[in-house]
């Protein structure tokens, strides 16, 4: 049973990512990003790329995957071309349920699966953004910007190995299935704007973290006390942007990104666990920039819509992006 649940606890979760432009914070400014997350699937993406049931095979199929969560960042402007960051996406999980019902097994006995939920915490991402070209970068130009990071993926508590069923025989809360990988990691990310007009620009973004093998202590993922080897996520997107201000300094957004991820075959304790995974979705989203407000923010609100994938939740996602501005 715990080989047929591989599938269902690596799926992947792909929430709304922080600033995957080329702009960086002018100096001394701090910004604050808090965005609340609302997330449902009520199918996957197996391994041939078809959209399924969610399920535990022969016991039990969901009725849908919720959860609400809160991500939360703070960036701070070193220079006018350099941006220190400390992002925790997905972040918090503040409440999910995996949609299974209460089953009867002979018996008789109750497996409660109801009490099925999400990890709590996503992992750190800790870094920073160095804008190479751009306006005011040690490569000056108008007409399009670039900019690099790098950071560290530092791994947050996770949950601990599941014993089915076992652990479902008590009514209470377990957790299912992990919103983050609990590995450490290495980060690079690319940012490549092409301006069009002062109005429109076309963003290319890339992120490609490594997890170098690793023993994992806590992990529903992997299993306690597993030598793991996973890999590497890889992430491109491609945005077109476009802004228009309005009188008493409020600036209208709107972007299109379409985004794609991917990662390879876990291997836990060296044995492959045939779940190389992409998804490829879009996520249109529109924002508001109160540049003139005591306290400078924008909102902006985003819907995550999955495409295509393979071993992945079909994952929708509505995201409300708080971005604050305080300057030094």
Do not use: C
């Amino acid at each position: 049973m715990k080989k047929a649940l591989i599938l269902l606890l690596l799926a992947a979760f792909v929430l709304p990512v922080f600033a995957d432009d080329a702009l960086v914070m002018p100096k001394g400014v701090f910004r604050f990003w808090v965005a609340p997350n609302y997330g449902m699937a009520d199918k996957k993406f197996d391994d041939d790329g078809k959209k399924v049931d969610i399920d535990i095979p022969t016991v039990a199929v969901s009725d849908g995957v919720k959860f609400f969560n809160l991500a939360l960042a703070l960036e701070y402007g070193v220079t006018d071309w350099i941006t220190a960051a400390v992002q925790w996406v997905p972040g918090w999980t503040l409440w999910s349920t995996m949609g299974f019902d209460d089953v009867v097994i002979p018996g008789p006995t109750t497996l409660y699966l109801s009490q099925a939920t999400l990890g709590s915490f996503g992992d750190l991402f800790v870094g920073a953004k160095v804008q190479i070209v751009g306006p005011k970068a040690p490569v000056q130009n108008s007409d399009m910007r670039f900019a690099a990071a790098a950071g560290v993926k530092v791994p947050m508590p996770g949950a601990g190995q599941i014993n089915f069923p076992g652990d479902f025989l008590v009514n209470e809360s377990v957790v299912m299935a992990e919103i983050d990988h609990h590995l450490w990691g290495m980060g690079v990310r690319l940012y490549y704007d092409y301006i069009i007009n002062p109005n429109f620009f076309i963003n290319l973004y890339n992120e490609t973290i490594l997890y170098p093998e690793q023993k994992v202590k806590k992990s529903v993922n992997f299993g306690d006390d597993s030598k793991v080897a996973y890999g590497y996520d890889l992430t491109f997107e491609l945005e077109p942007q476009y802004q228009m201000p309005l009188d008493n300094g409020i600036i209208l957004k709107a972007g299109l990104p379409f985004t794609y991820a991917m990662a390879p075959e876990t291997k836990i304790d060296g044995t492959g666990q045939d779940n190389a995974s992409y998804l490829f979705s879009i996520g249109p989203n529109v924002a508001a920039f109160f540049t003139k407000a005591f306290l400078p923010f924008e909102l902006e609100l985003q819907y995550k819509l999955p495409l295509m994938g393979k071993t992945s939740f079909a994952m929708h996602v509505v995201s409300l992006q708080g971005k604050f501005y305080l300057k030094f």
